[in-house]
């Protein structure tokens, strides 16, 4: 069955890195966009970042431009979000998505993508 499962998140100090990670199963994984997607309570989730089939096109909202990184190994079925200088709004739950039709316009909405996984926790403090 279609896995999702992501990995890295924890605590830190603002200013510090993180490296989440994805790992899919049960699918072409080649074939779907990916994104990774933040959730904080009261607030809707939203897409962080995405990058297309073959990793040759990308997308990052504002507030992590330049310094979220997302990549993916397809040999690996792999996804990967680097995140340098995190800051304290940088808090959430963060998830891994795939998006079936292998691609999704600009900013990417949840209801672009058809599976999620579970999230990983992320929280930056001052």
């Known amino acids: 069955q279609v896995q999702l499962v992501e990995s890295g998140g924890g605590s830190v100090q603002a200013g510090g890195s993180l490296r989440l990670s994805c790992a899919a199963s049960?699918?072409?994984?080649?074939?779907?966009?990916m994104g990774w997607f933040r959730q904080t309570p009261g607030k809707e989730r939203e897409g962080v970042a995405g990058?297309?089939?073959?990793?040759?096109?990308?997308y990052y909202a504002d507030s992590v431009k330049g310094r979220f990184t997302i990549s993916r190994d397809n040999a690996k079925n792999m996804l990967y979000l680097q995140m340098n200088s995190l800051k304290p709004e940088d808090t959430g739950m963060y998830y891994c998505a795939a998006a079936r039709k292998g691609w999704v316009t600009y900013p990417p909405s949840h209801g672009d993508f058809d599976y999620w996984g579970q999230g990983t926790q992320v929280t930056v403090s001052s």
């Open positions: 049960g699918f072409t994984y080649s074939s779907y966009y």
């Open positions: 990058i297309s089939t073959r990793g040759l096109g990308t």
